[in-house]
């Protein structure tokens, strides 16, 4: 490690890891949501990865030149490839570059746009699974009418499969986040399902449906049983689990819902001079609601069931969503919920084990 490594390293909880390259929008945009993240966090710093003569002008251009290093990586993880030609050619990516940071101890979190397999692939081959981890999972923070103001739901896309014991992971790794993320002490967890009647759905979640009831205690969670779509935004749960395919589905139809109202309502209030008008004295309550509703807001879904802490941001994201990236990763580190979380996923993995062997020799 070089010295200025060394340096930057220093203060480590500082840091965050930041792959510059993958994103839909390309670099500019990510070093723009840096800049607005920086702005608004004095004593945050960042590595920033990618070709060093492409990003050296965008960051002395936002004049954030003393708070960001460059390690320079000249190629890129395109969305298009696959998790296994990553894995083979993937050294010398930026991708890769940001999730070894991390893995040496110069930053806390690593952040990428970038693909999600090939990143959620580098992430498990160089910070490994934790312990008794089978599938790790990407949490996100759904907007809600919760008193923190979010739901968690998992997995957000990891992985489109999911077994019971696999939902009864994610139950448990979703109740440590929500404990060590929105200081929830004893989360409200919810299986997603088609109805909230026992007999539907399919089998592996009924199995789920009985595993996660059992583990309830020892989880220190409170499991309400199944939950439906509806139930996303709800205050009737704090956790929502299901698997990634069906997570991911939901998550961008969220965000499409989301932009539809609000570009119909934006729409609506400008088509004559009398809704104008309305629009001018409502203005206040309307950013209010539009800041509710806007999904770059909660930008940024969290790798779990790894070692260390990787944030998956949304490859379309723009500035705002980045800098939302961002500052999630920084609340992260400055908690230090890699090691809060290290901790409590060992012991639920032991859980989820001791769970899965009862219910084994219960229905033998």
Same mark, same amino acid.
């Given at each position: 490690?070089?010295? %200025?490594?060394?340096?930057?390293?220093?203060?480590?909880?500082?840091?965050?890891?930041?792959?510059? @390259?993958?994103?839909?929008?390309?670099?500019?945009?990510?070093?723009?949501?840096?800049?607005?993240?920086?702005?608004?966090?004095?004593?945050?710093?960042?590595?920033?990865?990618?070709?060093?003569?492409?990003?050296?002008?965008?960051?002395?251009?936002?004049?954030?030149?003393?708070?960001?290093?460059?390690?320079?990586?000249?190629?890129?993880?395109? @969305?298009?490839?696959?998790?296994?030609?990553?894995?083979?050619?993937?050294?010398?990516?930026?991708?890769?570059?940001?999730?070894?940071?991390?893995?040496?101890?110069?930053?806390?979190?690593?952040?990428?746009?970038?693909?999600? &397999?090939?990143? @959620?692939?580098?992430?498990?081959?160089?910070?490994?699974?934790?312990?008794?981890?089978?599938?790790?999972?990407?949490?996100?923070?759904?907007?809600?009418?919760?008193?923190?103001? #979010?739901?968690?739901?998992?997995? %957000?896309?990891?992985?489109?499969?999911?077994?019971?014991?696999?939902?009864?992971?994610?139950?448990?790794?979703?109740?440590?986040?929500?404990?060590?993320?929105?200081?929830?002490?004893?989360?409200?967890?919810?299986?997603?399902?088609?109805?909230?009647?026992?007999?539907?759905?399919?089998?592996?979640?009924?199995?789920?449906?009985?595993?996660?009831?059992?583990?309830?205690?020892?989880?220190?969670?409170?499991?309400?049983?199944?939950?439906?779509?509806?139930?996303?935004?709800?205050?009737?749960?704090?956790?929502?689990?299901?698997?990634?395919?069906?997570?991911?589905?939901?998550?961008?139809?969220?965000?499409?819902?989301?932009?539809?109202?609000?570009?119909?309502?934006?729409?609506?209030?400008?088509?004559?001079? #009398?809704?104008?008008?309305?629009?001018?004295?409502?203005?206040?309550?309307?950013?209010?609601?539009?800041?509710?509703?806007?999904?770059?807001?909660?930008?940024? &879904?969290?790798?779990?069931?790894?070692?260390?802490?990787?944030?998956?941001?949304?490859?379309?994201?723009?500035?705002?969503?980045? %800098?939302?990236?961002?500052?999630?990763?920084?609340?992260?580190?400055?908690?230090? #919920?890699?090691?809060?979380?290290?901790?409590?996923?060992?012991?639920?993995?032991?859980?989820?084990?001791?769970?899965?062997?009862?219910?084994?020799?219960?229905? &033998?």
């Amino acid at each position: 490690m070089t010295q %200025a490594k060394t340096d930057i390293a220093a203060n480590t909880a500082h840091i965050i890891s930041v792959d510059a @390259m993958g994103g839909d929008k390309g670099p500019a945009t990510v070093v723009a949501g840096l800049s607005m993240f920086l702005a608004s966090q004095p004593k945050a710093r960042a590595i920033l990865h990618g070709p060093r003569a492409e990003l050296a002008p965008m960051i002395a251009k936002r004049n954030i030149s003393d708070r960001v290093e460059i390690w320079d990586a000249p190629e890129v993880v395109e @969305m298009t490839d696959k998790p296994s030609y990553v894995l083979r050619n993937g050294k010398k990516t930026s991708m890769w570059s940001a999730v070894e940071a991390v893995r040496d101890g110069s930053a806390a979190v690593a952040v990428s746009c970038g693909n999600t &397999g090939g990143l @959620m692939a580098i992430s498990m081959l160089r910070l490994r699974k934790a312990e008794g981890v089978n599938r790790p999972a990407i949490a996100c923070l759904w907007p809600s009418r919760n008193p923190a103001g #979010f739901n968690v739901m998992l997995d %957000a896309g990891a992985d489109i499969r999911a077994d019971q014991d696999d939902l009864l992971t994610y139950a448990l790794m979703g109740a440590s986040y929500a404990r060590n993320g929105l200081d929830i002490k004893r989360p409200r967890i919810g299986l997603l399902n088609v109805g909230t009647e026992e007999h539907k759905g399919r089998a592996e979640l009924k199995v789920a449906h009985e595993l996660i009831a059992q583990a309830a205690d020892k989880g220190e969670y409170e499991y309400i049983g199944f939950v439906e779509g509806g139930d996303l935004p709800s205050a009737r749960v704090d956790v929502i689990v299901t698997d990634g395919f069906t997570g991911n589905v939901a998550l961008k139809t969220g965000e499409g819902t989301a932009n539809l109202i609000s570009g119909l309502l934006r729409e609506s209030l400008m088509k004559t001079p #009398f809704s104008m008008l309305g629009a001018l004295f409502a203005r206040g309550s309307l950013n209010r609601f539009r800041k509710r509703i806007d999904p770059r807001r909660v930008n940024g &879904g969290v790798f779990l069931g790894l070692n260390q802490t990787v944030i998956k941001s949304h490859g379309g994201a723009d500035a705002t969503g980045v %800098a939302a990236a961002l500052n999630l990763a920084y609340r992260l580190a400055q908690s230090g #919920f890699s090691d809060k979380l290290a901790a409590r996923v060992a012991s639920a993995a032991a859980l989820a084990q001791d769970t899965i062997q009862i219910g084994s020799n219960t229905d &033998g």
